[in-house]
């Protein structure tokens, strides 16, 4: 069964200041992988997706996200943070072997931004 | 752009009480899927559904049923409310070939059972 992993709840930087927000999955199979943002009172909003191949993927909103298969990670980074940035964000991975296209989504991290 | 619309925002029942949440997408997708929204648990899988009148459990499906009778709408129904059922509701849906297709979201039902 494949699973994902956020580490860190809670995530807080400085406006200007780099993001990284972490993202560990663990699948028997190459996934393919995606971010999504959630902004208050609001549904998901689709960031990026990896699916094959540039393991290095830009989304939307300066995000972008690398596929490392040797740490099966997917960590999102953005080089400057902004505080329209707060909001929370969860990973998700997708299984090439099952069916329907579901997805199974990390716990989220609640982002900060602070002046 | 893709339109996932759920009928409510804001939804307050009693307990005991059979609840409909209801889903409209215009994009002509073939899935969708009901999701539950609780602090640090993420998303949760209810129910999904791959074409008209078919659908399959999710993770945690007890106490819910779902109807698709049409290709665009996708219901939700608690049978009979219960406070443990008090969360936020999302509603996605996709297209059904290859599992890189992206699920698109709508704005979500916060649901309050008293």
């Known amino acids: 069964a494949q699973s994902v992993t956020q580490l860190g709840s809670h995530v807080s930087v400085s406006e200007g200041a780099l993001v990284l927000l972490r993202c560990n999955y663990s699948s028997s199979v190459p996934p393919y992988l995606f971010w999504y943002v959630q902004y208050p009172n609001q549904g998901l909003q689709l960031l990026l997706k990896y699916t094959t191949g540039a393991t290095l993927v830009k989304g939307i909103n300066g995000f972008e996200a690398e596929f490392k298969k040797s740490e099966t990670s997917f960590h999102l980074t953005k080089p400057s943070a902004h505080m329209s940035d707060a909001a929370e964000y969860f990973c998700a991975v997708s299984d090439r072997t099952g069916g329907g296209n579901k997805l199974t989504f990390g716990t989220g991290t609640q982002l900060k931004v602070e002046l | 752009d893709v339109k996932v619309t759920q009928s409510s925002r804001y939804l307050v029942k009693r307990t005991g009480e059979k609840v409909f949440l209801e889903c409209v997408q215009d994009m002509d997708h073939e899935n969708m899927f009901w999701y539950r929204q609780d602090p640090g648990l993420g998303l949760r899988l209810i129910y999904f559904?791959?074409?008209?009148?078919?659908?399959e459990k999710g993770d945690i499906p007890e106490g819910y049923s779902v109807s698709r009778e049409k290709k665009e709408r996708f219901s939700l129904i608690l049978e009979s409310a219960s406070t443990n059922q008090t969360s936020m509701y999302l509603c996605a849906s996709s297209f059904l070939a290859g599992q890189n297709q992206p699920q698109h979201f709508g704005d979500g039902t916060r649901l309050s059972i008293l």
């Open positions: 559904s791959y074409d008209v009148k078919m659908k």
